[in-house]
């Protein structure tokens, strides 16, 4: 049999691999779904490129790449027999338990016993081999074998900021002394024993005194009294306030000098009189476990306290939070709940699997496509049978609904190279949904841009106070942001009084008073966003001058989808972020027609185009030197010896500029030093002469993405047709690295009609839906400004550092809760108390 076994896999051998080091092993999720090892079908693990994928799936990857060897696992969950000892291990089949199931929470629950199941899949006849099998085969499939099976997770390696995954038990925490002193820590009003800072405070876990932590160089921390007091007591252990949830909270250890764990800290926080499991987390001393119904943020923003009734299917699926992951997953539920993004992935799925590449996991449409369907297909929001319904009633205890899908593929893909968002910490739901849509935009070249739905135009007109002159320009934007005027709050003498109670409160040590919140009337926010800005640093071509200035913003454009943010987070004296705690009247219908612009008025003169004094960044003296609207001489031949290089043009132009000229290599020294910069590849733009990513033109009539000649001349040199050069150019924002691809990638290319400019035929085209042009900007869909609120992402916590996300979606006329996994029906949607707000146009 064992001959038999070794011939029988002696053609594929070439093809089965080890893992090395560097390789991603996705033996707990498929690429192209959320199938498992706990699906039905179990999940195959292809034994060459190490990706997974479900029985509906593996068939595409065998046809695609030829690839037989798969390795199938199957992970069966049962009910513990009657009178199985409690806390009994899991059984093993052949001794095998697979590690780093991470879509697995319920692997301590007691009831229920895994077993795990692993055999090699020979395509494609479907020949089985049981595994282990050391001795039947050949000693590289048995290595390869072991290896994929002890393999880590690969969204560990991807994220390096993952270092909750790698905290070690201290050696304090089973034996910590805790005094008797009788210390009861209140649930607010914190303050250092040593000094007035109520940020960033320690609670020692062996006598109790709070003390703040220690100063960083950011200009943020405290003056290090927890420190102190470690090294005169010697007491190790200390938690965080403002970090305890029922999950576990930030713990140092002063010997250790090292974030730990520590498995005993319930009980280590209820000798002073704290009940971890009520607690929920927020950055700076107020712990939200109020008393006070409804007064709570945490509480009215989830619906805490009502009888919510589950909801299941198409539309209804959750999303599990894998660590500080709300603000992506809200976002996720809204932007698969608008039609548009629906039909752009879900309803071209197939189409998208069978060209997606080799790597699927890499791929952003894919992981698009695989994360909507997850969503609406319902396949992960079933209710749960009928006779468990019976049993959970007849145990009076309630099982948990299906957790639905999770985000660590499509996290580790549209995080890679993001510093906050690749970490695991909390971030800014309205800076996801921004690197969202550059995400989307990026990769629907050439295809639908479900994006275009949220973009709209601004119209600014800026004017010289001094002069009267005034200058239109407009820009693209997709957020409507809105201030919050606290002078405009309707209830100040409540705020007043409520102040008073909170400081009496704290100086006699006693629980502070019922939250006021600041009523801000939503016409006053319209009203603040409408009124004119101080320009900084304005300098006037009207008086060749700096000068006054303001600013004020229209909509040149009003988008099919309208998103509001309130800018509640702001900083502090301190610098740190801190969030308004206000409530807002926002309306069900928004009518903004007034605020829609209407271009130079008459009467009006308009500055004229002339730049300001600009400074040479290489100039030692800071010599001044007049651009007068003509762009500065940049040395084209170095330009394209970098471009060549492979550099994105519009760094190589920069680094020409800011290098005075003086050669390729000059240059080449000055990209290497600012690669990492975020506006690495964006147009070289001079104040007054504007963007100089075309030299054939600038100043308000200039072409917004006229490629540049010589870089068209660069690809017709390769032997690609001149139209479609420029054409690959336009669809890539005059990137040459990305036009070489366009053009590879539409190969059944057509070149389109000339002269196409930009119109708007209201009789012909009733939506004012401005069609593309191959000489002018996006695409824009103007409308009316009337919209109607469908969907909303609120925020509880005290700064987008810490907290937790939920959005509210209108669907089928009723208000439906997103609390990560959990969805229910929403019996008080927290319409007051949102940070993004979402409406479609009637």
Known sequence: MAADLGELLVPYMPTIRVPKSGDRVYKTECAFSYDSPESEGGLYVCMNTFLGFGREHVERHYRKTGQSVYMHIKRHIRQKATGAKVGAFPKRINCLLLIDLENNADMNNEDYEYEDEVKLVIFPDHFEIALPNIEELPA???????????????????????????????????????????????????????????????????????????????????????????????????????????????????????????????????????????????????????????VNEWEVIQEAGLKLKPMFGSGYTGIKNVGNSSYLSTVMQVIFSIPEFQRAYVGNLTRIFDYAPLDPTQDFGTQMAKHGHGLLSGQFSKPPMKSELIEQVMKEEHKPQPKGINTRMLKALVSKGHAEFSSNRQQDAEEFFLHLINLVERNSIGTENPSDVFRFLVEERTQCCQSGKVRYTQRVDYIMQLPVPMEAATNKDELIAFDLKRREAETAKKPPPELVRARIPFSACLQAFSEPDNVDDFWSSALQAKSAGVKTSRFASFPEYMVLQIKKFTFGLDWVPKKLDVIIDMPDLLDINH?????????????????????????????????????????????????????????????????????????????????????FAEPLTIPGCGSLASTSSHGQNALPNQPPEEIVALISSMGFPRNQAIQALRSTNNNLERALDWIFSHPDWEEEPDNVTLTVDLENNPNGIITESEQEGPRIKDGNGRYELFGIISHAGTSTMSGHYVCHIKKEGRWVIYNDHKVSASERPPKDLGYLYFYHRI
């Open 140 to 294: 590289l499939v048995t290595i390869a074998c072991d290896a994929v099976l002890n393999a880590k997770s690969p969204y560990r390696k991807l994220d390096q900021e993952s270092w909750e995954d790698d905290l070690q038990v201290s050696k304090f925490a089973n034996n910590l002394v805790q005094v008797d002193n009788g210390v009861k820590i209140p649930p607010s009003g914190w303050k250092c024993a040593k000094c007035d800072l109520r940020e960033n405070l320690w609670l020692n876990l062996t006598d109790g005194s709070i003390m703040c932590g220690r100063w960083f160089g950011s200009g943020s921390g405290g003056n290090g009294h927890a420190l102190e007091h470690h090294k005169q007591m010697g007491y190790p252990l200390a938690v965080k306030l403002g970090s305890i949830t029922p999950d576990g909270a930030d713990v140092y250890s002063f010997d250790e000098e090292e974030d730990v764990l520590d498995p005993h800290l319930a009980k280590h926080l209820a000798h002073f009189g704290i009940d971890m499991l009520q607690m929920q987390g927020t950055e700076n001393g107020v712990l939200d476990n109020e008393v006070k119904p409804r």
């Open 595 to 679: 605020l829609k612009a209407t271009g130079l008025k008459p009467g009006e003169e308009e500055l004229p185009d002339i730049a300001p004094p600009i400074v040479i960044p290489d100039d030692p003296n800071g010599l001044l030197y007049l651009c007068f609207a003509v762009a500065p001489d940049i040395d084209e031949s170095s330009v394209m010896q970098l471009a060549e290089m492979g550099f994105p043009l519009e760094a190589c132009r920069k680094a020409v500029y800011y290098t005075g000229s003086m050669g390729a290599e000059v240059a080449f020294n000055w990209i290497i030093s600012h690669m990492e910069e975020p506006d």
